[in-house]
């Protein structure tokens, strides 16, 4: 069940979006990770490639914002398992505390209606 209306209960598209996107980031970052382990486990470098084609010799952090953006290039592969790992944990971290969100919406409004 899905309201949208201020004070409605259950879940709103803003939680389902969110758990939707954090699970996203979770499939994706495994698989990079996976990329990464297999590489530096026979000792070689990983090949990831930009969107022209470009071997990228690290990872790219930052908040890409126009002219002002933050970016780190070519960050080691050899943090990068630390990285991914931490980032993967906050997102289960995310989708724990919004479904606990749902649950108690959820109970509430059982509760709200008997």
Not at 46 to 51: C, F, K, Q, T, V
Not at 94 to 110: E, H, N, P
Request: aromatic share 4%; glycine share 6%; hydrophobic share 40%.
């Amino acid at each position: 069940m899905t309201d949208n209306k201020p004070g409605g209960a259950a879940i709103t598209a803003q939680i389902a979006t969110d758990i939707a996107l954090a699970y996203r980031e979770i499939d994706r970052a495994e698989e990079l990770l996976k990329k990464v382990m297999e590489a530096l486990d026979r000792r070689d470098t990983p090949d990831l490639r930009d969107a022209f084609g470009r071997r990228n010799d690290g990872l790219q952090l930052g908040v890409p914002t126009s002219a002002n953006g933050h970016t780190l290039f070519n960050v080691p592969w050899s943090v990068c398992k630390p990285i991914i790992e931490l980032h993967i944990a906050h997102q289960r971290t995310k989708i724990s505390v919004l479904t606990a969100q749902v649950a108690d919406a959820l109970l509430s409004a059982r509760e709200a209606g008997e």
